[in-house]
């Protein structure tokens, strides 16, 4: 079962508009998430991270948002550029004591120049 | 590099051969992870090495798949009797202790399964 999800596959954006991308979950003992990149035939990059205790993590042009009643975040990228074309994943520790991640399954930014 | 290193980045061989795959971690980097991404799905955790600890083998798929993390280091994942169903990019990643640092991947290797 998913636990982390990320509804929609694909997003295009006009260059210097926003981009935002979001990821449900359905674990309320998560308690910190990430968010990470991923070019084609490259790993995935750690982008920006936000703990449960906070609502809003700020990095520059990007921005994550997380609505714990909701069990909903989002990143939001400002303005967004023809480079943050990519997958965008996020992810959560689990909390069972296992060691892993919980990934999303990833959406598609392209940002039209 | 600084980098987590990956090889082969592409393996290409036929269905019940046996395969060898290799991590190089970031250096002084304590946990190393294996992920596996299937075309059009997340990443799979696979399994789990933190220092000298034994390994967290919860996310193997079968007995087909071993690991092992030499010295603290350079790890192998070993899949033996390969299926079609194994064809994937398999990632390493590695971190400093904790599940809250952000982990640093490789660029993964491409096994496709004939």
């Given at each position: 079962d998913q636990q982390v999800k990320q509804n929609s596959p694909s997003l295009s954006v006009q260059e210097g508009r926003i981009s935002i991308l979001n990821c449900d979950y359905t674990n309320s003992m998560f308690d910190y998430f990430l968010w990470y990149k991923k070019y084609p035939a490259e790993g995935p990059t750690f982008l920006i991270s936000i703990s449960s205790i906070k609502d809003k993590n700020e990095d520059g042009r990007f921005t994550v948002f997380l609505n714990k009643s909701a069990k909903h975040l989002s990143l939001h990228i400002?303005?967004?550029?023809?480079?943050?074309?990519a997958v965008y994943f996020c992810a959560a520790p689990d909390?069972?004591?296992?060691?892993n991640l919980f990934f999303g399954t990833g959406t598609r930014l392209t940002v039209i120049p | 590099g600084a980098g987590v290193s990956q090889s082969p980045s592409n393996k290409v061989t036929e269905k019940g051969k046996d395969v060898e795959l290799r991590c190089d971690p970031i250096s002084g980097h304590t946990a190393l992870y294996w992920y596996r991404q299937s075309l059009g799905q997340g990443l799979e955790f696979l399994i789990y090495f933190q220092g000298n600890s034994a390994p967290d083998k919860s996310g193997l798929p079968s007995d087909r798949f071993s690991a092992e993390r030499t010295g603290g280091s350079v790890s192998t994942l070993t899949i033996q009797r390969?299926?079609?169903?194994?064809s994937a990019v398999y990632l390493c990643a590695s971190s400093s202790q904790g599940l809250d640092q952000p982990q640093h991947f490789g660029d993964g290797t491409r096994l496709s399964i004939l």
């Open positions: 400002v303005p967004s550029q023809p480079g943050d074309s909390q069972t004591g296992a060691n | 390969t299926q079609q169903e194994d």
